[in-house]
């Protein structure tokens, strides 16, 4: 009866799901996703990693002891099964495994999840919920989306570099600065690479990072985490043009290449990719001007000198195809680091993404006059002494330069087409939850 010889090579689903394997003996290893069994037929799903196949198993072909085995196998076993492969159109994938022998590697406990959970109940168990379809599927879709985007930078001439998580100056200013004790003094979680960034474009021109960025934010939204992350880019010699061309290069590579790639991951999500395909560069560049205009046509109040809440972006965004730049934001609202030629409004971009989905990009030209950047920390209620080492870059070979940063999860909150951000990550960190 012993079929499953221990020199056998294990096979992954994914690389023998292909007509040239229909009829081969493989032996798999994975973990038991579905389990359906009948008097004289059973059924498992089983999970790799790499893909999914159904394995059929007939009591006519097994012992009675070992078909009894295979039928009360429960969900989230693990087990190795050997078989051959077989075309069978009415498979989820198009083939399925005969089962001629298997072996349990260890026995699940009762699952704890089961149909129509609730949300608080699957995040409080997230380490198993993890192994879910939906949560693998969009852990596939992030990690095709950076590989995008590293060749990109790549083929671009950007150098990754790693700056620091713990600071001692804020970025994005106090409200959503996490403060940790340091030794007996105060330091902060980054909320941002920026400014190291800024100090690395003198020696390497270009740079780019994918750090994680940490926002205290209190309120509870759709589209905010606590802990989320952020790609960072930098570039000496390079307007608010210049840059706003880069992210539009960028997003293409990191969506096509998803589109490309993980077409089965976005169609069960519900993105087609052809949709992502069609989505090309340059996008649409409107001032903020204009796009006060447009949201207040739409129905939704705002008044010059506010910035875009969830509804306006909303309104901008809910009926395009492709993502939208809006520029020029009154400079009073924005970051002290950025550059104002008018001496009203700022050199600077948000990109939206389509849909009603809103922001995923924040990015601008930075200021070069040490005389305006004092003037804005000091607007800011800034102790200048802490940003002595950031005005340097502005006393020694200062340079135009611009840069942004993409959040990560609000890409894959758009091409993933999700409602809440927190799907779009293994382990959300939100105000009421940092475990598991
Ligand atoms: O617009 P932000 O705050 O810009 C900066 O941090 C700049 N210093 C970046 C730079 O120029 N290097 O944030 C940039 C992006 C946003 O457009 C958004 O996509 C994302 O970071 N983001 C968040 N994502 C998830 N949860 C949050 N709480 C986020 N806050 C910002």
Known sequence: MKKIESGTKFSSIDEIIKPKFAGKKVKLRGWVHRQRSGKKIAFIVLRDGTDTLQCTAKKSELSEEKYEEFCNIKYESSIIVFGTLQKDDRAPNGYELHVEDFELIHLADTFPITKDQSDAFLLDIRHLWIRSQKLTQTSRVKAKLMEGARNFFKKEGYLEVWPPIITGSSCEGGSTLFQLDYFGKPAFLSQSAQLYLETLIFAHKKVFALTPSFRAEKSRTTRHLAEYWHLEAEAAFL??????????????????????????????????????????????????????????????????????????????????????????????????????????????????????????????????????????????????????????????????????????????????????????????????????
């Not at 129905?299 to 972006?313: P, R, S």
């Not at 971009?349 to 070069?368: K, M, V, Y």
């Open 239 to 436: 307007d608010l043009n210049g840059i706003m061309d880069f992210e539009d290069g960028l997003v293409t590579a990191m969506i096509h290449k998803v589109a490309r790639d993980e077409k089965k991951s976005l169609i069960a999500l519900g993105r087609n990719p052809k949709d992502l395909l069609a989505i090309k560069a340059p996008f649409e560049r409107i001032k903020y001007d204009e796009a006060v205009d447009i949201i207040n046509s739409k129905g939704v109040k705002i008044e010059w000198g506010e910035d875009f809440g969830t509804g306006h972006e909303r309104a901008l965004t809910k009926d395009l195809k492709s993502p939208i730049h809006v520029t020029h934001f009154p400079r009073e609202i924005k970051a002290f680091y950025m550059k104002t030629i008018d001496g009203k409004t700022a050199e600077c971009n948000d990109l939206l993404a389509p849909e009603g989905f809103g922001e995923i990009i924040g990015s601008s030209q930075r200021e070069e006059d040490i005389k305006i950047i004092t003037e804005n920390l000091l607007r800011d209620g800034s102790d200048i002494a802490d940003y002595e080492w950031y005005l340097d870059l502005r006393r020694f070979g200062s340079v135009q330069h611009s840069g942004f940063g993409l959040g990560i999860e609000r890409v894959m909150r758009w091409i993933c087409n999700l409602e809440h951000i927190r799907d779009t990550i293994a382990y959300p960190r939100v105000m009421n939850r940092n475990t598991p």
